[in-house]
C-alpha cells in the first residue's frame, strides 16, 4: 500500500499547537491583526488535515509551507476557553474533559477545577497566553504534571494555600502550552475557600 500525501494526513493536536504558536508570534510581529489571529486560530483547532493548515500560514512562511512532523490523531476532541481582550471565568463541576485548550490573548482566563473530578486520567490542560494569563485553580488532592514553556513569559505553580498533599495514585492532571509575553499559573487551593466565597471568584 502506497503512502498517503501529507497533506491527506490527520493532524495531532500537538501539530495544531504548533500552528498557533507560529500565528501568536506572527501577531506579535505585527503581521496579522488580533481579529485575523482569532479567526485563524477557529481554523488551525478545526482542521483535521494538513492540507486545511496550508490557507491559514500561506502568508506566513517561506513557500506557505509548514515544517512539522505528522504525529497522528490522538481522538479526543476537548473542550475550549478563550479571552481575547477580555477576561472569562470557567467552573467545572463533575468530570473534567480528557482534553481542554485555554487560550488568553490580551485578556485573563481562570478555570476554577475545586469542584471537578477526574475519572479516566490523565487530564490535559493546554494553556496559551500571549500577552495575558491563564490561572488554573485545582484542588489539593490533584497531582499536577506542568509540562509548559515561559518565552519571556511565566508557565509553572504558584504558592501553595492549603495543607493537604496528593497521595500515591492520586488523578494527574496534565498542564502544557507556552506562555508569551504573559504567563500561566497553576494554584492549589481548599475547597473549603470556595465555600467561604460562595459563588464568587474565591
Request: proline share 5%; with cysteine; glycine share 14%.
Amino acid at each position: 500500500m502506497s503512502e498517503p500525501k501529507r497533506s491527506a494526513m490527520r493532524v495531532a493536536d500537538s501539530d495544531r499547537e504548533s500552528v498557533a504558536q507560529l500565528l501568536y508570534e506572527a501577531m506579535g510581529a505585527g503581521r496579522i491583526t488580533a481579529g485575523e489571529l482569532e479567526t485563524r486560530l477557529d481554523a488551525v483547532y478545526a482542521a483535521k488535515t494538513f492540507a486545511e493548515f496550508e490557507p491559514v500560514v500561506a502568508d506566513l512562511s517561506p513557500g506557505g509551507t509548514l515544517a512539522l512532523s505528522p504525529a497522528g490523531d490522538d481522538g479526543q476532541g476537548g473542550r475550549r476557553s478563550f479571552a481575547v481582550m477580555s477576561a472569562t471565568t470557567r467552573r467545572f463541576d463533575g468530570p473534567l474533559p480528557s482534553n481542554h485548550v485555554s487560550r488568553a490573548f490580551w485578556g485573563s482566563v481562570r478555570l476554577d477545577l475545586r469542584h471537578a473530578r477526574i475519572t479516566a486520567g490523565p487530564c490535559t490542560i493546554r494553556a496559551v497566553a500571549v500577552m495575558g494569563g491563564v490561572k488554573i485553580v485545582v484542588p489539593e488532592d490533584f497531582a499536577v504534571d506542568v509540562r509548559g514553556i515561559g518565552l519571556m513569559g511565566g508557565f509553572g505553580t504558584g504558592r501553595r494555600t492549603g495543607r493537604r498533599r496528593p497521595s500515591t495514585g492520586a488523578a494527574v492532571l496534565r498542564v502544557t502550552g507556552f506562555a508569551w509575553w504573559g504567563s500561566v499559573k497553576v494554584i492549589r487551593k481548599p475547597l473549603e475557600s470556595r465555600r467561604r466565597s460562595g459563588r464568587g471568584r474565591g
